[in-house]
T-cell receptor
Framework: QKEVEQNSGPLSVPEGAIASLNCTYS??????FFWYRQYSGKSPELIMF????GDKEDGRFTAQLNKASQYVSLLIRDSQPSDSATYLC????????????FGKGTMLLVSP | EAGVAQSPRYKIIEKRQSVAFWCNPI?????LYWYQQILGQGPKLLIQ????????DSQLPKDRFSAERLKGVDSTLKIQPAKLEDSAVYLC????????????FGPGTRLTVT
């Protein structure tokens, strides 16, 4: 059974700090990894995706993937109060039609 | 480009009643998903369509849930009869097709079963 595990939080960081969100997955066949942000009462929106081991940077966001450890993380630099949301990790077996499996999400609270 | 449309946005029904949700994906998107998101959890896939064919419905409770996408465009999800544990947000998402990275989510329908 495919599982995606995340600490539910909340993770509290002060404004301007680095927020580190972590995710582990059970299926070694997973090939694609996604981070979604979900504001309260809203639908998920894609922040980043990563396919290869290592780091991928996009603005203030960095996704890190370690397939050997079955671990993916999201770093948010210079955290802003507007970053306060639930961050969902999702994994997919391949880039075809296989489905996304989501974790429960980590709530991030950025205090001014 | 218009986003994924869903209706209704909110629905309150009593247990054992039936309910239907509608989704219109982004134009040209061949892949359509229905997810169930219970409060405090991540979205759980119920069914995935590729055009008008079902790709994955392994987690759809088929004794009470049904879904169709007859013309490969819009889709309906039905629950009959509803149970208390069906209270959740039902999210529709669409994607262009094979190899695409991003699923675009609709605003969701919040269902409350009393």
């Amino acid at each position: 059974q495919k599982e995606v595990e995340q600490n539910s939080g909340p993770l509290s960081v002060p404004e301007g700090a680095i927020a580190s969100l972590n995710c582990t997955y059970s299926d070694r066949g997973s090939q694609s990894f996604f981070w979604y942000r979900q504001y309260s009462g809203k639908s998920p929106e894609l922040i980043m995706f990563i396919y290869s081991n290592g780091d991928k940077e996009d603005g203030r966001f960095t996704a890190q993937l370690n397939k050997a450890s079955q671990y993916v993380s999201l770093l948010i630099r210079d955290s802003q109060p507007s970053d306060s949301a639930t961050y969902l990790c999702a994994v997919r077996l391949n880039s075809g039609y296989s489905t996304l499996t989501f974790g429960k999400g980590t709530m991030l609270l950025v205090s001014p | 480009e218009a986003g994924v449309a869903q209706s209704p946005r909110y629905k309150i029904i009593e247990k054992r009643q039936s309910v239907a949700f509608w989704c219109n994906p982004i134009s040209g998107h061949a892949t359509l998903y229905w997810y169930q998101q219970i409060l405090g959890q991540g979205p759980k896939l119920l069914i995935q369509f590729q055009n008008n064919g079902v790709v994955d419905d392994s987690q759809l409770p088929k004794d009470r849930f049904s879904a169709e996408r007859l013309k490969g465009v819009d889709s309906t999800l039905k629950i009959q009869p509803a149970k208390l544990e069906d209270s959740a947000v039902y999210l529709c998402a669409s994607m262009t097709g094979t190899g695409a990275s991003e699923q675009y989510f609709g605003p969701g329908t919040r269902l409350t079963v009393t």
